[in-house]
């Protein structure tokens, strides 16, 4: 099963309006993190925003923030105000409490047009 | 800037040739990743260092291997490189291992075998 889904592979969005970018997970283990990065097509991976399992609110980071349902185990992107630059890959990722690395979903393309 | 830094960013290696990717940090991290990353795919975890500790993924092919001579610098060694090999190969660091710290990517070298 997988641990990270993002059902969207990609996103046509107009600029200025909001995005919302879909993730769930399935962890049996009651720390966690979650992450998502940006990924632009020069490759790097560029983070944007954490939630931590045991959080009680939900994380904000400028323009993005974290939409944490955990009852449902969603953990979805919020970006207000697109932008042209905010086009790229975006992947959500999770850290499990005793895992190493990241486990990332399969990512969202997200192309946003003026 | 504290940064993770990665070289060459494009690197072309001929099928069979060894090859090795450097990664280095200014951060002072504790964990340093190695991660592959295969067109239009997620990435995936090959393996880290804790400090000294080198901890491999069970699903890591043995033609990866990897070195820490000390906390600034890893290497990725490729002993034996085949077509499949080709991809994007992301250095991260992270300051400990738990949930709760985020991993900082560095730009990638991008690998083609010939």
């Known amino acids: 099963a997988q641990k990270i889904t993002q059902t969207q592979p990609g996103m046509f969005v107009q600029e200025k309006e909001a995005v919302t970018l879909d993730c769930t997970y399935d962890?049996?283990?009651?720390?966690?993190?979650l992450f998502w990065y940006k990924q632009p097509s020069s490759g790097e991976m560029i983070f944007l925003i954490y939630q931590g399992s045991y959080d009680q609110q939900n994380a904000t980071e400028g323009r993005y923030s974290l939409n944490f349902q955990k009852a449902r185990k969603s953990a979805n992107l919020v970006i207000s105000a697109s932008q042209l630059g905010d086009s790229a890959m975006y992947f959500c990722?999770?850290?499990?409490?005793?895992?190493?690395?990241?486990?990332f979903g399969k990512g969202t393309h997200l192309i946003i047009q003026p | 800037d504290a940064m993770v830094i990665q070289n060459p960013r494009y690197q072309v290696t001929q099928f069979g040739k060894p090859v090795t990717l450097s990664c280095s940090q200014t951060?002072?991290?504790?964990?340093m990743y190695w991660y592959q990353q295969k067109s239009s795919q997620a990435p995936k975890l090959l393996f880290h260092?804790?400090?000294?500790?080198?901890?491999n993924e069970a699903d890591t092919p043995d033609n990866f291997q990897s070195r820490r001579p000390n906390t600034s610098f890893c290497f990725l060694d490729i002993r034996s490189p085949g077509l499949g090999d080709a991809a994007m190969y992301l250095c991260?660091?992270?300051?400990?291992?738990?949930?709760?710290?985020?991993?900082?990517f560095g730009p990638g070298t991008r690998l083609t075998v010939t």
């Open positions: 990722a999770m850290r499990e409490g005793r895992a190493d690395g990241l486990t």
């Open positions: 260092y804790y400090d000294k500790d080198f901890n």
């Open positions: 951060l002072n991290h504790n964990v």
């Open positions: 991260a660091t992270s300051r400990d291992r738990t949930g709760t710290y985020e991993q900082y």
């Open positions: 962890t049996s283990d009651p720390s966690y993190g």
